[in-house]
Each structure stands twice: as C-alpha cells, then as structure tokens.
C-alpha cells in the first residue's frame, strides 16, 4: 500500500482540493437558501414566535407583580408562619409601602392583583391607602385593623404572601378552576358525589385508547405512546370534575399503577419503551397529584373555564367530523368527474372563499333566526308549528362553523384523490373484491394523508373561532377565545388571558402529538 | 450588478422614508383624533361636536372608532405611541384604566369647567362626564296591552308571558333581580355585596332563565321587539327611542328601575396634543354644545346647565327627567370594579348550567 501524497488528491482547475471546493459551494448554497428564506423566518418570529413566547411568560411571570410596591410588607412577611395574623412589624410595613402607594398612585394596582385572589379586597385597600395617610404613628395592627377589619384576617395576609413570586401559579389555576385553600369559600359544602358523566366519558376514552392501540401495533412496544396518551386523557377526564378528595387517591393510585407496571415491563426487552411512557405518566400523576394537594377546586358557582376548554375542544371535533363526512363524498365526486366539469364544481366549493367570514356568518343569522328563511320555510310546510331554535344554539354554531371550514377539509383530499390511479380499484375488482371491499381496502387507505391533513386543518382552525360563536351561538356555545378577549379587553387581566392561550396550546400540542404518532405528519399531504 | 443593486436598494430606503415622514401628521396642533362608540351615538356627537368645534377652531378632527377596549389605550401608552387624544369611555373602563395610570388625571381648573355643575363630576379622577344613559325595559305596545309597568314584571310570567331580552352579563341583571325580589334600591347594592344577596338575585333569574334571550350588542334589543323574538326587552333608552323616532316603531319605554349611568371624556397619557384635548372637552361640555346633542339621541346632558336649553318636548324621554329619576338605580361603579369578575365568572357557570 502507497501512501496517500497530495498527488492523489483530486483537485479542481484552479489547484484546490474538490473536498474543499464541494464544501464551499455547499457553503454559498447554504447561505443564499438561508437569505431567500430570511425574510419569512424574521416575519414569522417577529409577528408569531416572540408574541407566543410572551404570552407563555406571562402566563406564569406575573404581569401584575406587586412585590415592588410592597417590597416592606413581603420582606416583614418573610418570617411569619401563615398562623394567625402577622405581628406589628408586617402591620408597620404595610402601612408604610402604602403610604408610598399613595404617592406613587399604585395603590388601586395592588388592590387589583389581589382581587384576583380575594374578590371584593380592591376597594379595601383603596379605602386603607386613602386613610392610612392620616396614620402618623404606631401601634399599626389595631389602627388597620380599625380601618377595615379585613386586615385582621388570615386569608389577606396569606394572599399578600403568595403575591411575593414573581412566578406565580395563579393564573394556570384560576383557568383550570382551582384556588390556593385560604382562598377558597370554606362556606359551602362539596358535593362529594361522584360525577357519572365524567366517568363515561373516561371510559370511553380508555376504549379508544385500546382501540387504536390494538389497531395500531403488531407487536406491542410501539403502542406505548397510545396507551400513555389515552390512559392520561382518560385520567384527566376522570379526575378533572370529581370532588378533590378522590380525584387526589384517584391520582396516587393511577400514579403507583403506573410506576409498577413500568418496572414489571421493563423485564421484557420489547416493552422497553411502553415502560418509559408508563414512567412518564407515573411522573406526571405526582405532578398532578402535588396540584391536588396544594390547591382546591373553586366554588362550583365559581366553576367556567374547564368546561369552556372542553366546549373548545367538543365543538372543533363535532366540526371536523361534519365536515369530513360532507366533504368526503363531494372531494370524491369531484376527483372522479371529467375535468370540465369538476373545474365547474370546484369554483362552487371556492365559493365561501371569495366572501369575508363575517359576511358568511351575517348571512346565517338571517337564515337561522326565528322568522328567518328556514323558520319562515318549515311554518309555511306545516313542518313545525312554532320556530325552531335553530339561532343562539350549539346547532347553529355547527351550521355555520362547518360552511366556513368545509373547503379546508375538502381541498387537501380532494388534491390527494386526484393522484390515486383508478386502476387500482379496477384491479381489486378483477381480483374478486365487491365495491365497497375494493373501496374500503385499496381506495380508502390511499386517502388517507389528504383526510388526515384536511381534518387536522379544520380542527386547529376550529380551536380558534371567536365571531362566529358570539354571533350565531348561544351564551353556552362561547368558546375560549372569545374569554380571552374579554379578559383581555374588559377585564384587563392578561395574566388569566395568557394563561387561557397557554391552556389552549399545549392541549393542542399534546393533541397534535397523538394525532402525530397515529398518522405520521411526514405522510399528510395538503395537496 | 451589485452597485446597482446598492443604488436601488438605497434609493428604496430613501422612498420609503419620504413615504413614512409624509405619513406622519404635518402639524401637531392643527388636528385631533377623538374616538367613540360608533352607530347613532357617535353620530350625535359628530353633530353637536366635533363639526363646530371644527368650524370654530379650524382643527381638523380625525374620528375613530372602538368598542371600549382598555388594551388599545394600554398598548398605545406602554408603547408610548398614542394616536388618540380623546375618547369616550364608560364608567367601569376609565375607572379602571385611572387606576392604571394610562389616564391623564383631569384638572378641572384647566378645563375652566365647574364640576360641582356635571352629574357624577366627582365620581373620577381621570374622566369627564359628558352624557348619562340608562338601561331600560322596553315593550312593544301592539304586542302588549297593557303593557308591564314595574321591574316586577319583567319576572312575571304569569302576567307577561313571552320571551325576555337581557344583556349577556350579570351587570344591571342582578340588581333588578333583586329590586323584583323586594329589595329597596337604596339597599340593592348592599345586600348584593353578601352571598346570600348574590344567591339570592341568581335564585330570581332562575325563575326566567328558561325563557331568555341574551342579548350581546346594543343594536340587537330593538331588533329582537321588532322581530317579535321576544315580548319584553331590556335596552339602552337611546337606541329604543332611535327606534320610535326613526322607524316608527310601537315601542315603549318602562322607566322604573332604571339601570343610571354615564359616559365620559378621557384623554390617554402623554399624549402629544393634551392640551387641545382639554379645549375640545372643555368645548362639547357647554351648556348649549350639550343640549343640541339631545336633538341627535335621548340621552342626558351631565352639565346640569344644560338642561334649560332642551328641547321641552324631548326632556321627559332623558333619564334625567324628574318623573324617570324617581325609581332610578344609581349604578355603583366601584361595586362592579371590585365583584366585576367574580360575578361575571359566576355567571357564566349559571348560564351554562
């Protein structure tokens, strides 16, 4: 063997090594790909990354923090045990961070941030600030609690207290209706019944967990994500409505279940990685189980957003279904007729797209309202005697939200349609197969990275619809952006506001994760 | 080709600087931009307003409009990029944004303006009052005769059968809930302030809730009489007088218990034209600017001096008319500021019940 001298090196004409040369061009190339998508990459950061990693912050880092204004009170507060009420020197704090709130005019700032906590405090402390001026010298604790007889109580104290993190867990709680303990209105008693429907439809969760991991695995390792994810939402769904006693042994238990079951099937080399997901949830049932245990459920007259989220989420399935199963058989049509007319047809199912959504959504109050079209349509047929509540209702919110996505679902089968040669099916029926075994087993199938795309597209634009409910459904069919609007434009709380958005997010991303998984976002085809 | 391309790149630039500098307005002191509610409302104050303060001052008023959104204000002052000079708010959203220090705090020796003359003048310290308003029920007289005469009826099915319109929202709802219940109105707010009172007003919308229709926008009560969606609506007293005086709509207004409340002149912080501001409030808070405004819409003037020059056939359908003041229910801003969330939160979990 020779030893490779600089002779053997191919080189270009210009004397440099091709190695080298390669990787330069390789370099420019990179570098001019880079330059053509720059403008995009700054425009989606700018206007859609840094807006979602703000709002994530603000979801925990508390936009409303007061631990400046009342830098003395926490300090004085730092020590104390949460027995009782805190001694003179929180009193002297306190009456001394308020008096500089006066000044500074932060009072009705601190009195807002701790509403959120204890309702009705705000005016309160107003009040306090306005007299505590007139407070020269001490003792402070009887003059406070002289000026309202609030600051004789625990639970002031204790919020003032958790309002000195800067990472707040507030607002997260408040969107899933839950409350530190001192907040909570000890008044009224828990229903401590167990709540059927939660059960049913935790069951029913199981079971399509179980389906699609049968469906999905020949042999079992690979059905690990499935089960960790059906068993989890199963769980959430269990405990989310049950009185917090237990969802709390509910939780411990599942979470023990599930760190056993990860040991005992680690001793098998295939369920490897069913084991780490079982690991996982058994990590996440701590988690929830230490949520549990910290903090309690809200009032139930106090009780909204849980089921708002879960209206969300009903909705946008109850629409993407409607929609695949209208747009399924026409996307079909419309792959299978000549050209020229397809193209007819086509613009037709365009249509909606050339006209506003408002304008579409106006359009089906004038048809759904009580002496609207279709009212005024089945009266006259002698169909009904008085008008159908078809306006204000889950009904008509479906109507509508189902015309405006239907093209979204459409489109991406549609284009995938088009590639699937009509000689499959032909040589499914040659081979013996009826129509609908040869549609079923050959066509079907075909569809599906056009089906799973489309549906994934009405589903998520679905999450996010806010006119159309407020306009044609009732106040039962409101959905969570329209809370996010309120809570940012009437209720000026952006720390709930954010803290719904990130709600929202990450169930969708857990979502997207499972639907990921089943499908394989490599194999959708948007057309 | 590179310096050509530097050239069309620096000539681009130069373009659209030109294009951003022009943009801009020319001259501070010479325009304003006022922003208020829209529909008729805005248009009463475009013609009582804006156009003569435009012809007596030769400033260009510019007119936008918004549906009360504190973020907008916030977002402008915390950028501190503000376009508006003044605007109309209501009273739960200046006292909030007040709080906020996103308000200029009004000098009322500035505006040259007595405040002991405006109804609630000294309920603020970031805003002016420039009308008073009132949610009312309202009937449809070719529907109903005779019709309902007192909030109790509003919750009387036996006797009014028939749809009720409300507003989506707890506010005004839970007080006439407990004024039909019994409560005094001098006490309403007092015995809302206790859970028993606020168990008790949802205990009374209970009694109707089969038969509601919640109503979100302004526009839409009139609407829903016109269309017989509904027998007896609650409404804002303007827009059902609009609907009488414009349409020639059947339709009439109960006073009893109605819902008193005011909208106001603020002007957002730091912004560049304060003091011209001042002079357009000081300017729509004149007596006889005030009281032409009634020809537009019905609602009261807050300057009380305003009063002698309105229209005396108008005058008995203002909220601040002596026979519709005798039942009124002063609405209790700082009440809303402080239980605003947690019964709205409540509501919302009642609704969906």
Redesign the interface.
């Known amino acids: 063997m020779v030893a490779t001298t600089a002779a053997d090196i191919v080189r270009t004409a210009d004397g440099i090594p091709l190695k080298e040369r390669l990787r330069q061009v390789e370099l420019s190339r990179k570098i001019r790909a880079f330059g053509l998508v720059l403008p995009l990459f700054l425009f989606i950061f700018v206007s859609f990354g840094f807006p979602i990693v703000v709002m994530l912050s603000n979801a925990v880092d508390d936009p409303e923090y007061i631990g400046d204004p009342l830098m003395h009170t926490m300090e004085a507060l730092r020590g104390w045990d949460g027995e009782g009420v805190p001694d003179e020197s929180a009193f002297a704090a306190l009456a001394a961070d308020l008096k500089e709130a006066q000044k500074t005019k932060t009072t009705a700032l601190i009195g807002k941030r701790l509403n959120y906590v204890l309702s009705g405090i705000r005016s309160k402390i107003i009040t306090t600030g306005r007299k505590v001026e007139k407070l020269e010298a001490g003792p402070f604790k009887d003059a406070l609690i002289g000026i309202d007889p609030v600051w004789g109580e625990r639970a002031t104290w204790q919020a003032i207290q958790q309002a000195d993190y800067r990472f707040t867990s507030l607002y997260l709680m408040t969107v899933l209706d839950r409350t530190w303990p001192f907040a909570s209105n000890a008044t009224r008693v828990e229903d401590d019944s167990v709540k059927v429907n939660s059960w049913l439809l935790a069951i029913l969760a199981l079971l399509a967990a179980a389906l699609i991991a049968s469906r999905a695995s020949r042999d079992w390792s690979p059905a690990g994500p499935y089960l960790f994810a059906g068993a989890l939402s199963a769980f959430f769904l269990m405990v989310i409505q049950q009185p917090d006693a237990i969802a709390r042994y509910g939780v411990a238990g599942t979470g023990i279940v599930a760190a056993l079951a990860s040991v005992i099937v680690r001793l098998h080399p295939v369920w490897r990685r069913t084991s780490l997901y079982l690991l996982c949830s058994a990590v996440l049932c701590l988690a929830w189980f230490v949520v549990l245990s910290t903090t309690v459920s809200v009032d139930p007259d106090q009780a909204v957003y849980v089921a708002i989220i879960v209206r969300t989420f009903w909705i946008s399935v109850l629409v993407t279904l409607v929609t695949l199963v209208l747009g399924f058989p026409v996307a079909y049509l419309l792959a299978s007729l000549p050209i020229r007319t397809s193209n007819l047809l086509m613009i037709l199912v365009l249509l909606p797209f050339w006209t506003s959504l408002l304008v579409r959504t106006t359009a089906w109050f004038v048809l759904l309202q009580d002496n609207g079209v279709i009212n005024d349509t089945l009266q006259f047929l002698q169909l009904a005697d008085h008008p159908l509540k078809l306006i204000f209702s889950r009904f008509g919110t479906i109507v509508a939200m189902t015309h405006i996505q239907l093209p979204f679902t459409l489109l991406p089968i549609y284009s995938v349609m088009k590639t699937i040669p009509p000689s499959h099916v032909r040589a499914a029926r040659s081979l013996g197969a009826g129509p609908f075994y040869a549609f079923w087993r050959v066509y079907f199938p075909q569809t599906m990275p056009g089906l799973a795309a489309g549906c994934l597209l009405t589903f998520i634009l679905s999450l996010g619809y806010y006119i159309t409910p407020a306009l044609v459904g009732g106040p039962t069919d409101q959905m969570v952006s329209g809370f996010i609007a309120l809570a940012i434009n009437q209720e000026n709380n952006w720390g709930k506001a954010s803290a719904l958005g990130t709600i929202l997010l990450v169930a969708t991303m857990i979502l997207y994760f499972v639907y990921n998984r089943l499908i394989g976002i490599d194999k959708m085809k948007f057309g | 080709m590179k310096i050509k391309l530097g050239l069309a790149g620096l000539l681009m630039t130069g373009v659209a600087a030109i294009a951003l500098s022009a943009a801009k307005p020319a001259a501070a002191e010479d325009q304003l931009t006022v922003v208020s509610w829209g529909g008729a409302y805005q248009e009463s104050q475009r013609e009582a307003f804006m156009k003569p303060f435009q012809k007596d001052t030769g400033t260009k008023i510019t007119e936008e409009e918004y549906?009360?959104?504190?973020?907008k204000i916030?977002a402008m002052v915390q950028a501190k990029s503000v376009t508006w000079d003044v605007i109309d708010i209501d009273t739960?959203?200046a006292l909030?944004a007040?709080?906020?220090?996103i308000l200029e705090t009004i000098d009322w020796k500035k505006l040259g303006l007595d405040r002991s003359k405006f109804i609630g003048g000294d309920l603020q310290d970031c805003a002016v009052p420039n009308i008073v308003y009132a949610t009312v029920i309202a009937y449809d007289t070719t529907k109903l005769n005779p019709g309902p005469t007192s909030i109790k009826d509003l919750f009387d099915l036996q006797k009014f059968p028939g749809k009720r319109g409300l507003q989506?929202n707890p506010f005004i709802n839970l007080e006439w809930a407990l004024i039909a219940d019994g409560v005094s109105i001098a006490d309403v707010y007092k015995v809302l302030?206790t859970?028993e009172g606020v168990d008790r007003a949802?205990k009374k919308l209970d009694t109707i809730k089969s038969e509601v229709?919640?109503w979100?926008a302004g526009a839409q009560p009139p609407q829903l009489l016109a269309?017989?969606?509904v027998a007896i609506t609650s409404a804002w007293n303007g827009r059902i007088y609009n609907a009488v005086q414009k349409d020639k709509k059947p339709f009439k207004i109960v006073w009893d218990a109605q819902g008193f409340d005011w909208d106001w002149w603020s002007i957002p912080k730091d912004g560049p034209r304060v003091d011209l501001a001042y002079k357009f409030i000081t300017y729509s808070s004149q007596p006889d600017k005030m009281a032409n405004q009634t020809k537009y819409i019905s609602y009261g003037p807050a300057n009380k001096d305003a009063i002698p020059n309105v229209d005396p056939a108008v005058l008995p359908n203002l909220p601040t008319a002596p026979d519709n003041m005798t039942t009124a229910l002063i609405v209790d801003p700082?009440f809303w500021?402080?239980?605003?969330?947690?019964l709205?939160?409540?509501f919302?979990?009642?609704?969906?019940k």
Not at chain 2, 98 to 101: F, K, P, S, Y
Not at chain 2, 348 to 352: F, S
């Open positions: 549906n009360g959104e504190i973020a916030r739960q959203t909030a007040c709080a906020e220090g989506n302030n859970p949802f229709v919640w979100t269309d017989g969606q700082q500021a402080d239980k605003g969330e947690e709205r939160t409540r919302n979990a009642w609704l969906a």
